[in-house]
């Protein structure tokens, strides 16, 4: 419990940190929060009137005390523009995470279909594997061989092995931006399929469930390339140990070794890549939302950033560092509840 409240403390000290260089470098762009408000036509008597009434006359210290204390107490404080700030969270960040949950739910559920299939078809399909246990057993089917469907799905299975490797790298290292832009380019344009742009209903979010087929698309597929190559290696690994090779040579099947004797020794791996896929699906969907024109938090801080706006900006990433805290938090308790027993 002790080394869990320690590591809850560091990350809070980490994101107080990050709030706190959110604050300077917002500062630290061209322009003016009060001329952004008032227009460019502002005289410099009433922009110096607007700075004083938004308090930015003041040392930034002191100004990043008084946003952080009253988010302490749940104020997160008003825009420059006059909305509270905590309405304005309330209206956009649902959307937003209904966006990113979708994706990360694609990204866990394909990821671990592909990447046990994948390691399956390397260390523990009899034959095709690297698992020194899978060779000695010699139960290979196309050895057998005389059936030719089976020849040919042995060839499919290969073919796709071999596939899976560049894709899943091509995957993971494309931007989200640009896996939106082919996205829209191929079935909004293209095909037709898919609507390119979101409208919202009279609740705010999408107005039908298809315009979030793409923008899900846009962040699951990055992550889905990612998160595939470490299930899969992390169950390679885990397949090494001496007694997986055990139950191969016992006749078990595959697919029972690698849920019951495999899969919970990869486990605190593959949990540590999906905690830390969060942040990345929250930061991708800022940029997915301006694309799509998706009505969530990426517009409002894309709007912030150009009024300078700092105290909407730090109070988005104060939400996202909130909700990145809190599902590594959840990581922590698998991780641990998995290497129970193991230490």
């Not at 298809?210 to 390679?236: E, S």
Request: positive net charge; proline residues 6%.
């Amino acid at each position: 419990m002790i080394p869990f409240a320690r590591l809850l403390v560091r990350r809070i000290a980490l994101l107080i940190a990050l709030l706190a260089t959110v604050f300077v470098v917002v500062d630290l762009l061209p322009g003016s929060t009060a001329r952004a408000v008032l227009g460019r036509d502002a005289t410099p008597e009433r922009v110096a009137a607007k700075e004083r009434e938004l308090g930015l006359d003041r040392p930034l210290p002191e100004r990043f005390w008084s946003w952080i204390s009253g988010v302490l107490t749940g104020d997160f404080g008003s825009t420059a523009r006059g909305r509270s700030i905590n309405e304005l969270l309330a209206d956009k960040f649902p959307p937003t995470l209904l966006l990113g949950g979708l994706a990360l739910v694609v990204t866990v559920v394909v990821s671990l279909v592909l990447g046990a299939w994948w390691a399956a078809r390397q260390s523990l399909a009899p034959g095709v594997g690297v698992g020194p246990g899978a060779v000695t057993a010699g139960v290979v089917p196309a050895r057998r061989g005389a059936d030719t469907l089976r020849r040919s799905t042995a060839v499919i299975r290969q073919s796709t092995v071999r596939i899976l490797q560049p894709a899943t790298t091509v995957a993971a290292a494309i931007p989200e931006f640009v896996v939106a832009t082919l996205l829209i380019l191929v079935f909004a344009l293209a095909a037709g399929w898919l609507p390119a742009v979101t409208i919202t209903d009279r609740s705010g979010f999408p107005a039908s469930p298809d315009m979030l087929i793409l923008p899900v698309l846009a962040l699951a597929i990055p992550q889905i390339g990612w998160n595939t190559r470490v299930v899969r290696a992390a169950l390679v690994d885990a397949a090494q140990a001496p007694h997986v090779e055990s139950t191969v040579l016992d006749g078990i099947s595959a697919r029972t070794v690698l849920v019951r004797h495999v899969l919970p020794f990869a486990l605190p791996t593959i949990v540590a890549s999906f905690a830390t896929t969060v942040g990345m699906v929250l930061g991708g969907s800022l940029v997915v939302e301006t694309i799509f024109n998706y009505p969530g938090l990426g517009a409002v801080l894309a709007g912030s950033v150009a009024d300078r706006d700092v105290s909407v900006v730090a109070s988005v990433v104060a939400l996202s560092g909130a909700v990145i805290m809190c599902v590594l938090a959840v990581a922590d308790g698998i991780r641990a509840w998995s290497l129970r027993g193991h230490g």
